[in-house]
């Protein structure tokens, strides 16, 4: 199971990369509206999300651990709470804009993405190569 959380994990951090630079593109077309496509892949990343919290979690009660080390317990606060917080804010953002609906997306995305992220480097090593190791690409 930790594999798969970590392999979520990483495709979490690519959904939102992804989202985010959609909503760039869009900008500068000088579209007003996301098209539908956008809208469902934020809404399954956001329930991506919520499973990897779960399975966090899981793991967690499982008595599996990040590991060792002063700032582990930020891999929680990354993972889980902090992201849910970005997506929640850019969904309300959009809500509030009468043009461009999807800068919300986008920017919520944007942070969501940097935390996402964050919280894989603090499961698996802050450089890329820590990255790729423990994502098993190299």
């Not at 999807?102 to 890329?128: E, H, I, K, M, V």
């Amino acid at each position: 199971m930790t594999s798969f959380h970590r392999y979520l994990g990483a495709l979490i951090v690519v959904l939102f990369l992804a989202i985010f630079v959609s909503g760039l593109v869009l900008r500068l077309l000088g579209r007003s509206e996301a098209p539908a496509p956008l809208w469902a892949v934020q809404h399954w990343t956001e329930n991506l999300l919520v499973v990897q919290t779960v399975l966090g979690i899981v793991l967690l009660l499982m008595g599996r651990r990040v590991g060792a080390g002063p700032g582990v317990w930020l891999h929680y606060l990354y993972g889980s709470l902090f992201p849910l917080v970005a997506v929640v804010g850019g969904r309300l953002a959009s809500l509030r804009r009468e043009r461009y609906d999807y800068l919300g997306l986008a920017w919520g995305s944007f942070f969501a993405l940097g935390l996402t992220l964050r919280a894989l480097q603090t499961g698996c090593g802050n450089d890329l190569t820590a990255i790729a190791l423990c994502l098993r690409l190299i």
